[in-house]
């Protein structure tokens, strides 16, 4: 096989190396100096002022953008009425000028959508889908049933209006999302967690935010892990909320046939006093995996916090969990 | 078919076990006292008043190794949960029903006995009572409706329960097998093989605590999942303690619900008594019931 570079963007191209019984997964064409990323939020709503830092930044970068109708629309907390998202995001979806779509902000609201958006302009002419949390939908949907890559990456609500006072993580955050959609491969060094099971795996990324996966279950979205690398977070969940939704994950059989399994950042919900949990997240996690052999580890630099990482998702990683160093990098 | 567990008469047992959340065995007292007066024996299990120290009322293996010994005692002939909270989900798997299937008993609780209700309905074709726990019996709520509601549903009196109209009903009548429970626990089911079928099936929801949004993304799940498509009848009951987000939802929970069912015609009905709160009647999940959604009221009474 050869290596596809940087500078490759001639066609959406077949990665051969997907797994036996799932379809390839097609990566988007990366983005080249010049070419337009659109702005558009299929979920909660961001005002004109505040994408300014992101759109700034992506022009630093080299690339046009162009602003979605919904950038600044308000319908109390999404951006602008179903009607108003679905066309907005279809637009972008459809309009072969636009080689990726970045997302405004999470929140809530792609669920309500998700069945309503055409995928078939996308799936002859894909392109990169750029978000995280709410936007696990649209990832879990282009991932089962078009086999196209997406980003999982910070959105444009997460842009340091000002980089002086940024914190380095969080730069390199941003950073990593220009070193994503312009084809690097992603190599991410990451902390040992004393839980972690340690190991090595080779298989495609896929994941995004826990509740929002739950919420998929038994849909036609709902996210086929087998054979695959799953990562999750979750943020402002109690304990027990988070233990039930990795219950959820093993009872719908996700869990049974990973190749690693990569914990993220979860924002714990402080127990209610005299309910408290009594349990960890290590200890949460490992109780559902413990029939299982394939690595685990916790502390990811991906969720709801200031370092989160750039992931490819579909793409085709390698896990190495050691006791001294963790690694996951980008293969092809 | 379902298979109905035998009614109680006098003289049967109850046994009371807390399969998830922690409970003080005096929050339990008024209820034991109840259900003596009404001519039952209780017999309590050791997860109740606990000497757990966290958010359980035992360890998984203490909370499963009861809920097992009292679905296997012959001379225990119903069930009654302590309460809720969260736990069932953790040791359903690894309940064996293998003896319960041959000599079905009443599993009586809501909330997050959802769990087994859904699992008893699907994988078991058992019928189980959604109905207030030890808690309820408390403050003089032995005395109200709904707890009497649950004596008669356990002596085997057929329910006829009829509540005000609301401005969201749909009008209409529905004859079905009556299912349901708490959304949060029906929605995180999905895919699980504890999974609800409400195929042609009268579902019923409650909900307590989850914010707005999320109830919205667990109806969308539902609807996502096949489960609205063929339902006879929709029955909401409470949905209390809502949360909202900074950016308000913008609707309400029943404004919500009305709206995602605008596209089918099966009759629905808003306020139903099945809650968190004191209004919850005794509902015999598996059973059939016929839905009357009428202008001047609703009536459910069991066929």
Request: net charge neutral; with cysteine.
């Amino acid at each position: 096989m050869m290596p596809l570079t940087a500078g490759f963007v001639s066609m959406g191209r077949i990665n051969e190396m997907a797994n036996e019984g799932d379809s390839p997964v097609q990566i988007p064409p990366y983005l080249k100096p010049g070419d337009t990323i659109g702005i558009s939020c299929p979920a909660g709503s961001i005002t004109h002022e505040d994408i300014q830092p992101a759109v700034k930044k992506l022009m630093e970068w080299g690339f046009q953008v162009k602003e979605g109708s919904t950038v600044g629309k308000k319908n109390f907390t999404f951006g602008g009425t179903d009607e108003e998202r679905k066309n907005d995001f279809q637009e972008m979806l459809d309009d072969k000028s636009i080689k990726a779509i970045l997302c405004g902000r999470g929140g809530y609201g792609a669920i309500r959508i998700i069945d309503d958006l055409d995928f078939k302009n996308f799936s002859k002419h894909p392109k990169w889908i750029i978000g995280f949390s709410d936007i696990t939908v649209i990832h879990s949907h282009v991932n089962r049933n078009l086999r196209v890559a997406a980003i999982h990456s910070k959105m444009c609500n997460s842009f340091p209006a000002d980089w002086s006072k940024a914190e380095q993580v969080q730069v390199d955050s941003i950073e990593s999302i220009r070193q994503c959609i312009t084809g690097e491969k992603m190599n991410y060094l990451f902390t040992p967690n004393a839980a972690n099971r340690t190991g090595m795996a080779d298989g495609e990324l896929v994941g995004g935010n826990l509740k929002t996966l739950e919420t998929m279950a038994d849909t036609k979205t709902d996210l086929v892990t087998k054979d695959k690398i799953l990562f999750v977070e979750d943020t402002d969940e109690y304990l027990y909320s988070i233990d039930r939704m990795f219950w959820n994950l093993k009872r719908t059989g996700k869990l049974a046939h990973l190749k690693g399994l990569i914990i993220g950042g979860f924002k714990v919900k402080k127990d209610d006093a005299g309910d408290e949990f009594g349990k960890t997240i290590e200890e949460i996690v490992m109780e559902k995996v413990s029939g299982y052999t394939y690595p685990v580890c916790f502390d990811f630099p991906v969720g709801h916090q200031k370092n989160n990482m750039a992931l490819k998702c579909g793409a085709q990683h390698k896990l190495s969990v050691h006791l001294n160093e963790c690694r996951l990098n980008e293969i092809r | 078919m379902i298979t109905i567990p035998p009614y109680l008469k006098k003289g049967d047992v109850i046994g009371i076990t807390c399969p998830a959340g922690y409970m003080a065995k005096e929050k339990a007292q008024t209820c034991i006292e109840t259900l003596q007066s009404w001519g039952f024996e209780v017999m309590v299990g050791h997860t109740l008043g606990s000497a757990s120290t966290n958010y359980f009322s035992g360890t998984d293996d203490e909370r499963r190794d009861e809920l097992q010994a009292m679905l296997d005692d012959e001379h225990i002939n119903a069930i009654l949960f302590g309460r809720g909270g969260y736990g069932m989900g953790r040791i359903i798997d690894q309940l064996n029903f293998t003896r319960f299937k041959k000599h079905p008993k009443w599993l009586i609780g809501f909330s997050d006995i959802t769990v087994i209700h859904c699992h008893l309905n699907s994988r078991l074709k058992i019928a189980g009572m959604h109905a207030p726990m030890a808690a309820a019996f408390n403050d003089e709520g032995y005395k109200n409706e709904f707890v009497q509601s649950l004596r008669k549903a356990i002596t085997g009196k057929k329910a006829r329960y009829k509540t005000a109209a609301h401005a969201f009903n749909r009008l209409g009548i529905a004859s079905a097998e009556l299912v349901g429970g708490n959304l949060t626990l029906l929605s995180h089911l999905c895919g699980t093989a504890s999974e609800l079928d409400t195929r042609k099936k009268i579902l019923f929801l409650e909900d307590i605590g989850e914010y707005t949004y999320n109830m919205d993304r667990m109806l969308y799940q539902l609807k996502r999942s096949g489960k609205l498509d063929t339902l006879a009848g929709l029955i909401i009951g409470g949905f209390t303690d809502i949360k909202d987000t900074e950016r308000p939802f913008g609707k309400t929970i029943y404004e919500i619900i009305r709206e995602i069912v605008a596209p089918y015609s099966f009759p629905v009905c808003f306020g139903f008594p099945v809650s968190h709160e004191k209004e919850n009647y005794a509902l015999k999940v598996g059973v059939n019931y016929t839905l009357q959604v009428g202008k001047a009221g609703v009536k459910l009474s069991e066929m």
